[in-house]
Every structure is written in C-alpha cells, then in structure tokens.
C-alpha cells in the first residue's frame, strides 16, 4: 500500500493551527456577553425567525459535554393553551416561593416581574437525559451531575447567542418541576434544567434588573478571586 | 423639591435601546463557539498574562446567577507541588473510573490523555458557596441547585472568553471532590463545580477530540429538538 493512501484511510490524530481572534472580534464576545439580560417584560411578540432559532440551537449543540454524550433535548413550546397551563404552574409555585421571604421582603417579591411565559412568542424547555452515554460515561464516573453541568453549559451558550441575534430569554426557576413535567409528558428519567422564555428585544436593561430595582448589589468580581488555596 | 432634582434622586428604573450586533459580530460568536475545545495536551508553558487572565475571570462574572447571587469563587494555582498533589489525586480517581468500563473498553478508556494539570501553567478551581445570598434566594426557592447551575453559567462564559484570547480550558472531572477539598481548603459549605487547566494553546482539535479518536460520535442537532411536548 502507498503511503499516500494509507495517510487517507488512517488519517494522522492530531490537531492543526487554533483560530486566532481580532481585537474586535473578541470585543464583539465582551460586548455580547456584557449586554446579555434575563429578561421578563421586554419581549416583542414577533416569532423567531426558523434560521435565527436554528443558529441559536445549533450554537447550544456546541457546548462542552461529559464524554461528548450532549445529553440535551430542546422542547420548543408555542401553544397558547400549553403555556397558560404553564404559568398557572408558575403562579401556583411563587404563591409559595412568596411565603418563604421574611415578611418585611414579601412586598418587594411580589412586586418583581418574575416570567414572560406568555408575553415571550416562543418558551424553551432543555433537559437532560440522564441515561444518554449508557451506564459509565467518561468524566461522569465520579461526579454525576456532569450530564446536568453539560446541559447548563449548552444553555449559555444558547443565551449569547440568542442576544447576538437580538432575541431575549429569560430562564424561569420557580416551578415544582414535576408540574412542568407533567404539562410537557416529560419521562421519569430526564430531568429539567431549564426553562426559557424567548423572543426578540429592542430594549433592555443596561444592568441586571435585580441590581437596577435594588434587591441585590453586584460584587467586585476582585473579591471571589483567591490564590492557592481557599484561605490564601 | 423641583422635579430635575426629583429625578437625580430617583432615577427611573427602566430598559434603554439594546445593542445591535453586526453580522460580522454574530459570526465572532459563532466561529469561538465552533472553535472552542476541551483541551488536555496543546497547552503552551507560557504563563496567561495579568490583563488577560482578568478579562477572562470578569467574563465568567457576568454570567447569569440565580436572585444575583453570584455564588462563584475562582482559586488561582500555580505552585508546581500543590498540582502534583493534584495530579496523584485525578490518578487514583482515574485508575478507579477505568475499571468501571466494560473489560473490552479500559484499554481504549487508558490510552486516552484526560487531564492537563501538570503541563498548563494554571488550573482553576471554580466553586459555589451554597450559603450566598442568604437563607432563601430568589429564583432558588423550587429549584435548590439554581446556584451551582449560575456557576456553571460563569465556567462556559470564562471557556469562550478563553477561546477568544487564545487560552486553551481543560475542564477535569474525574475527581473524588472530597481530595480536592482537602488539597485547597475548601470548607464544607462550598462545593466544587469545574476545575480547570488554562494555558495558551497555538494548536487545537477542529472537533471534539473524543469524536476525532471514535470514542464517541456528534449527534445531528435536528434529532435532539421538538415541538410542544417531549413526545412530539
């Protein structure tokens, strides 16, 4: 065999020159990553266009995932009659979350815009299935919650670029999540990661709305920086 | 009170114009997505200079967080024996992992490079203090592990800010937590989300280095979405 077609069929493993980013191309990922809201009373009702959702889900396809098993699923949710079912999940869950805030917080918590379900043209469900990769998955041996790290990891990048492309999301938590799963006959083996609301933006907050409405402070990100060890 | 000192006092709380990417930005995001890696072998000894090791750490800082809690710390390590230490530790985690592959899978499992703790010149443990944000958080009333979730936001943003500046991230799992604990320090309430390896890399894989060696294969994106229920 000529070693010409022994290169094709064996091809050499190993990897070739790394991109290299321009100054404005990686002020461009600055800029997106800083401009980046959760958003929940900005969405427009105009519906995301077929290839803009493509490219933000193919972007969320990118992602890291333990032992390549790219445990996601995407459930793309329109349906009035679904996502008024799904609010009432929401609003039955905040009823309860209210209660748990000190009473002199509850005015203020209840006073947030918390949602956009059905504001926002389109609702995003991404899960995980546990199982994908079979029984030992490289990575997830011992910590395994990898396959659910992964997943958020898909989310991130799904928001950036969905505010690349001027679509809005807001990831909605305040759910029992075995409601969701039953409105969206979620099986018993796949857990919920996230629940986004989606839909283009011309406004946004220039901070988090939580900073901005003054129900938390940043903090200088030179704070949570340590050298060596915990204590150091 | 006349009302332009009204205003000064009591700014208005709402959104402005949102920032509109170029084409040519979206691709910027698209292309460091595409083109990010989980590195083990390419890292360059170079040390990551200050400035740019900052912007990748207030990167990841601006990553979403449950009720802005921004429960995240990162731990810088250089020193040279606490990696060794480190490395002994992913070597008797990784001997156990490889025998829990099927017996036809441990060769391949073996032959495979996982970690890069020695040979980049940082690692970085990013963890989450569950007590942040005091008793009951916002958005993490239903959801308990919405704040490892946001850490995990903060490692995909610090991967791509990384990947835009040339520094290659690694992100080893293979760990028994409680090793890596001890090590550096960590108190009980702090649990360990990602430990990384970062270094400047001129080379990378063009795909998942798992997908380019046939340990697994990428699955069509198409095939992972649906429409209104996991059924449909």
Same mark, same amino acid.
Request: net charge neutral.
């Given at each position: 065999?000529?070693?010409?077609?022994?290169?094709?069929?064996?091809?050499?493993?190993?990897?070739?020159?790394?991109?290299?980013?321009?100054?404005?191309?990686?002020?461009?990922?600055?800029?997106i990553?800083?401009?980046?809201?959760?958003?929940?009373?900005?969405?427009?009702?105009?519906?995301?266009?077929?290839?803009?959702?493509t490219?933000?889900?193919?972007?969320?396809?990118?992602?890291?995932?333990?032992?390549?098993?790219?445990?996601?699923?995407?459930?793309?949710?329109?349906?009035?009659?679904?996502?008024?079912?799904?609010?009432?999940?929401?609003?039955?869950?905040?009823?309860?979350?209210?209660?748990?805030?000190?009473?002199?917080?509850?005015?203020?918590? #209840?006073?947030?815009?918390?949602?956009?379900?059905?504001k926002?043209?389109?609702?995003?469900?991404?899960?995980?299935? #546990?199982?994908?990769?079979?029984?030992?998955?490289?990575?997830?041996?011992?910590?395994?919650?990898?396959?659910?790290?992964?997943?958020?990891?898909a989310?991130?990048?799904l928001?950036?670029?969905?505010?690349?492309?001027?679509?809005?999301?807001?990831?909605?938590?305040?759910?029992?999540?075995?409601?969701?799963?039953?409105?969206?006959?979620?099986?018993?083996?796949?857990?919920?990661?996230?629940?986004?609301?989606?839909?283009?933006?011309?406004?946004?907050?220039?901070?988090?709305?939580?900073?901005?409405?003054?129900?938390?402070? #940043?903090?200088?990100?030179?704070e949570?920086?340590?050298?060596?060890?915990?204590?150091?």
């Amino acid at each position: 065999m000529c070693p010409l077609s022994e290169k094709t069929l064996n091809p050499p493993i190993k990897p070739s020159t790394a991109r290299v980013f321009s100054t404005e191309e990686k002020q461009a990922l600055y800029d997106i990553i800083n401009s980046r809201r959760d958003v929940r009373n900005e969405f427009l009702s105009t519906p995301i266009k077929d290839d803009v959702l493509t490219r933000i889900l193919s972007a969320a396809h990118k992602a890291p995932s333990v032992g390549l098993s790219q445990p996601w699923n995407f459930i793309l949710i329109k349906d009035a009659a679904r996502r008024a079912k799904i609010h009432e999940a929401f609003e039955k869950a905040n009823d309860e979350a209210a209660q748990m805030f000190p009473a002199d917080k509850q005015g203020a918590y #209840r006073a947030l815009k918390l949602e956009g379900i059905k504001k926002s043209p389109l609702n995003i469900c991404i899960t995980c299935d #546990r199982t994908r990769g079979g029984k030992v998955v490289l990575g997830r041996t011992h910590n395994n919650d990898m396959d659910l790290y992964s997943t958020v990891c898909a989310v991130q990048n799904l928001w950036l670029a969905a505010r690349a492309e001027g679509v809005g999301i807001g990831w909605v938590s305040i759910f029992n999540n075995q409601d969701l799963k039953d409105i969206l006959h979620i099986p018993e083996h796949v857990e919920i990661v996230a629940f986004l609301c989606a839909g283009y933006v011309s406004e946004l907050f220039k901070e988090p709305e939580l900073e901005a409405r003054g129900w938390a402070k #940043r903090i200088p990100v030179e704070e949570l920086i340590k050298t060596e060890t915990w204590h150091a």
